[in-house]
């Protein structure tokens, strides 16, 4: 199974901040990396998917990038909805596997 | 709007069993992968099953093979989860997700979660 690693566990940051995290596939994924964001006691929603595509209806203050084994989601000007736990998951073989969460928390 | 509604979560001893359904609607439901994802309490996401289209083909995490069992009834449209021979580690809030592709999907919409709880 690929392992997906995310950086940091947590991070604290401002409203108006701009806040990368870090994905790390086990092997190489291409493309096929998806990102989750969960706020406390609700469903994840699907914020984006091939490492760079917006959902529809995803605020382009969120964006991502990377390939193969290394990938990045940057939130630009956070905002106070924002602060959450995010997952990514990869969707290039089977099974299907999620880094353990970033915790998105207000400094 | 699509809409997914997870129901028969509870709480049941170690050993036994329950059965989780999911009412889909806003979509057509016979034209999409299913899933079943789970969070143990205070845990990340983890992918249970997933089931084709039509039910023909169905996959499982090595964790919950030969107990568990995914099926979908697309004249219903609804989602359903066997859990047999439940252990402690299979407490989690289960949540089913619509699937965009197939073995190795994303999870585009979800339920709120159904929590099922197995304890003694």
């Known amino acids: 199974d690929i392992q997906m690693t995310q950086s940091p566990s947590s991070v604290s940051a401002s409203v108006g901040d701009r806040v990368t995290i870090t994905c790390r596939a086990s092997q190489t994924i291409s493309i096929w990396l998806a990102w989750y964001q969960q706020k406390p006691g609700k469903a994840p929603k699907f914020l984006m998917y091939a490492a760079s595509t917006l959902q529809s209806g995803v605020p382009s203050r969120f964006s991502g990038s990377g390939s193969g084994t290394d990938f990045t989601l940057t939130i630009s000007g956070l905002q106070p909805e924002d602060f959450a736990t995010y997952y990514c998951?990869?969707?290039?073989?089977?099974?299907?596997?999620f880094g353990q969460g970033t915790r998105l928390e207000i400094k | 709007e699509v809409q997914l509604v997870e129901s028969g979560g509870g709480l049941v001893q170690p050993g036994g069993s329950l059965r989780l359904s999911c009412a889909a609607s806003?979509?057509?439901?016979?034209?999409?992968?299913m899933s079943w994802v789970r969070q143990a309490p205070g845990k990340g996401l983890e992918w249970v099953a997933n089931?084709?289209?039509?039910?023909?083909?169905?996959y499982y995490v090595d964790s919950v093979k030969g107990r568990f069992t995914i099926s979908k009834d697309n004249a219903k449209n609804s989602l359903y989860l066997q859990m047999n021979s439940l252990r402690v580690e299979d407490t989690a809030v289960y949540f089913c997700?619509?699937?965009?592709?197939?073995?190795?999907?994303?999870?585009?919409?979800w339920g709120l979660g159904t929590l099922v709880t197995v304890s003694s």
């Open positions: 089931i084709k289209q039509d039910g023909s083909d169905k």
């Open positions: 997700a619509r699937a965009r592709g197939g073995v190795a999907p994303n999870f585009d919409y």
């Open positions: 998951q990869q969707a290039n073989s089977f099974p299907p596997t």
């Open positions: 806003g979509f057509s439901f016979s034209t999409f992968w």
